[in-house]
């Protein structure tokens, strides 16, 4: 018997827990790297999506936090084994939601970009479903206190 399954949880349950650090972590990321943008790099994209840039409002970059940052809470609640991680992982999904709603809704982001603008906020839709989905099923089976 290894040391996760006299723990209660299986051996691949930690890899899945990192695997959702990691994840998370990029995303912590790609927020640090959106509010340290600095005038060079924002002069140095093409017209149209600087253009979309400059009119997020400030409070989708609030939504974005939430996103991230919960996110990242939710996956070191996994590696604790708190269910808090469920409610983490359903808050930054919804915020994601939230998020790539507003920027498909009122921005000309597809005709700008193209359709594959839709493929990274679609894997992170499903990714942080993914999550949440995981977090559910620990829960039940006892795997979170």
Avoid at 71 to 96: H, I, N, Q, T, Y
Wanted: aromatic share 14%; hydrophobic share 60%.
């Amino acid at each position: 018997m290894t040391d996760g399954e006299r723990s209660g949880v299986p051996g691949w349950y930690w890899a899945v827990a990192l695997l959702a650090l990691l994840w998370e972590g990029f995303g912590c990321w790609s927020y640090i790297s959106w509010v340290t943008m600095d005038a060079a790099t924002l002069a140095a994209m093409p017209a149209g999506e600087r253009d979309m840039w400059l009119a997020m409002p400030p409070w989708l970059t609030g939504v974005f936090a939430i996103a991230v940052w919960v996110g990242l809470a939710g996956a070191v609640a996994l590696l604790m084994r708190r269910r808090l991680a469920r409610l983490a992982f359903g808050v930054s999904l919804a915020a994601a939601v939230v998020q790539f709603g507003w920027i498909f809704l009122t921005t000309p982001i597809m005709t700008t970009i193209g359709p594959s603008a839709a493929l990274m906020p679609a894997a992170i839709i499903i990714v942080g479903g993914i999550w949440f989905l995981f977090a559910g099923a620990a829960v039940k089976r006892g795997w979170l206190r």
